[in-house]
């Protein structure tokens, strides 16, 4: 697992207030005494139209730090639901039946990264600077994280070697997002229990480490200042398996114990296309599922996180195994030690790309 090591505050995300969203007139924060974010109990939905401006003219036209949606011009990809069932969009990556929740949830947050361009905004916050773990090979940087048509890019390239902040040499660089504390009383960006799904389609390149995951923040608390663990994995991928990982850790350092499940041949097709990653839990027992599929229950109550936990989004590179790095770092005995090229696939970049993520309770 991504084990002990914390999202770092990092560069930050941009600030300012979320619009109301999915035909509601106007902007701002919804708030849960205040207005509805949508029109009607159902919270609203968008329509899947790709880039930002495709096919939904405002009039007036918005700014240049807007996007116009549906109609609407908006300065946030971040949309609030309060209360209600939520409705879904049934067309796009990941949407449909594949989006169905197992149990009944009311409020919600959604980021699907359609700001024009730049940074992940209101929900995320880009990682920096983190200290070194697992025997990974990246270093984290605002600078590998960007958003476009499609959503969030996390992407992993091999540099020239480089001496970071931490004294230590590395020759990759990549990056990683995580939900940070806001002030709506609506999102927060951590929660205790509920629901997290994920949209994503995942690198495949030998060597990387795409993860999808929950780590503890107690309300009030910077993410990453609490102990490890627990930690809960929705989904962990090494690049050239055809499998994903599930895990979940608890107990306290340095007695920790973990439950990993793996899943071969999951997902169907393969994870180079996009695939919806969700886990649901509370305090009886966690569901994990892929494109709407469960795929696996733990039931054992002591193994479940009680405690508001937040999502992390990013891609290592290499890792605790041989098998885990990329092949110019780590060659067969007996092998050419030398790559054809000397970085391989990683000269132009591997990307993670989530088109967008969601939190229920």
């Not at 939905?45 to 908006?74: E, F, K, T």
């Not at 997290?196 to 503890?216: D, F, S, Y």
């Not at 000397?342 to 000269?347: D, E, F, K, L, M």
Request: net charge negative; proline share 7%.
């Amino acid at each position: 697992g991504q084990s002990g090591g914390s999202a770092g505050i990092g560069g930050g995300s941009a600030g300012g207030g979320a619009a109301a969203t999915g035909g509601g007139a106007g902007s701002g924060v919804s708030s849960s005494g205040g207005g509805t974010a949508g029109g009607g109990a159902g919270g609203g939905s968008l329509p899947d139209s790709g880039a930002p401006d495709a096919g939904n003219g405002c009039v007036p036209a918005c700014a240049a730090s807007q996007s116009c949606r549906a109609g609407v011009c908006l300065s946030s990809s971040l949309t609030l639901f309060d209360g209600g069932t939520p409705a879904r969009r049934t067309v796009g990556p990941c949407e449909g039946a594949s989006g169905l929740t197992t149990r009944s949830y009311r409020t919600y947050w959604q980021d699907d990264f359609r700001q024009s361009a730049g940074l992940p905004d209101d929900a995320f916050a880009v990682s920096s600077n983190l200290p070194q773990i697992n025997n990974e090979q990246q270093h984290y940087e605002p600078s590998q994280v960007s958003v476009a048509a499609d959503g969030l890019h996390l992407k992993a390239v091999r540099t020239a070697p480089f001496v970071a902040a931490d004294g230590k040499t590395y020759t990759y660089r990549s990056g990683e997002v995580f939900s940070a504390n806001k002030s709506s009383p609506l999102h927060q960006g951590f929660q205790a229990y509920g629901r997290w799904e994920v949209c994503a389609k995942l690198p495949t390149a030998q060597g990387a480490w795409p993860a999808i995951w929950l780590l503890k923040n107690s309300p009030g608390g910077a993410p990453g200042a609490n102990p490890w663990p627990p930690e809960l994995d929705v989904m962990e991928h090494v690049g050239n398996l055809s499998e994903i990982q599930t895990n979940v850790f608890w107990g306290a350092q340095p007695n920790q114990q973990m439950a990993e499940a793996r899943h071969p041949n999951v997902p169907v097709g393969g994870v180079a296309g996009f695939h919806l990653y969700a886990v649901e839990f509370d305090a009886a027992k966690i569901d994990y599922f892929v494109d709407g599929a469960l795929i696996r229950t733990e039931a054992t109550a002591a193994r479940i996180p009680a405690e508001p936990m937040y999502l992390i989004l990013n891609l290592a590179v290499g890792g605790v195994l041989p098998s885990y790095r990329p092949p110019c770092d780590a060659p067969t005995p007996g092998a050419n030690m030398k790559c054809a090229d000397g970085v391989g696939a990683y000269a132009t970049g591997v990307e993670m790309v989530v088109r967008y993520a969601r939190a229920y309770q």
